[in-house]
């Protein structure tokens, strides 16, 4: 574990928060924004209603909840909903998985769970996600997120759709690792609990 996971996890300052708050945003948003990309006029809509994403923390995080909500539901009305979460979750999961890999790379995750535990923490915090993780076997645990402040923006089908880079950030920093949810805070749960597993095979050596 490199001292840099050690000591951001302990304090985040500010400003990195927001520079990570940012490239997350540009990450997602861009994801979502290639799916509507063929869609004449969508998007030249959807950045003209939007609001900034300046300010305090929470007013970024609920733009941003703000965009992914309206993106999904574009795309719903375009394509349907099952063909637009589809795909959202394909181009979010792959997305995820790139943000997991850069934060590996320069966290220095490695093969250790602790290290990985810091590491998403550390990345959900940025978003005003906390989580628990109850080992229940050796690589396995039961995740639960009490608090999530994108939840405040989220239609159940933009949460659904932005999972996938969740599943796709624990697969980056560790391959091979599984996040699979079962509840969700957005389809009236009191938290969202997923399962969680690490492969053996996974991480790095």
Not at 64 to 90: N, S, W
Not at 92 to 114: I, K, M
């Amino acid at each position: 574990m490199k001292p840099a996971l050690l000591l951001t996890s302990l304090w985040l300052p500010p400003g990195l928060l927001r520079r990570e708050l940012a490239h997350v945003a540009t990450k997602t948003t861009g994801a979502l924004d290639r799916l509507l990309a063929n869609a004449p006029g969508v998007l030249d809509d959807i950045r003209s209603e939007e609001r900034p994403a300046s300010g305090s923390s929470r007013k970024r995080r609920d733009a941003l909840a703000c965009a992914h909500t309206i993106r999904v539901t574009r795309l719903i009305e375009l394509l349907g909903r099952d063909e637009a979460l589809r795909l959202a979750r394909r181009e979010l999961f792959v997305t995820g998985l790139e943000l997991g890999r850069e934060a590996a790379a320069r966290l220095g995750v490695g093969r250790d769970p602790q290290a990985f535990v810091r590491a998403a923490r550390l990345l959900y915090r940025v978003l005003g996600i906390t989580f628990r993780a109850r080992w229940t076997a050796p690589g396995v645990a039961v995740v639960r997120i009490d608090r999530c402040a994108l939840s405040r923006g989220y239609s159940p089908e933009a949460c659904l759709a932005l999972s996938a880079a969740d599943e796709g950030v624990v697969a980056g920093l560790w391959p091979g690792g599984c996040l699979e949810f079962t509840e969700r805070i957005t389809q009236g749960a009191p938290a969202c609990v997923a399962s969680l597993r690490l492969s053996e095979k996974g991480g790095r050596g």
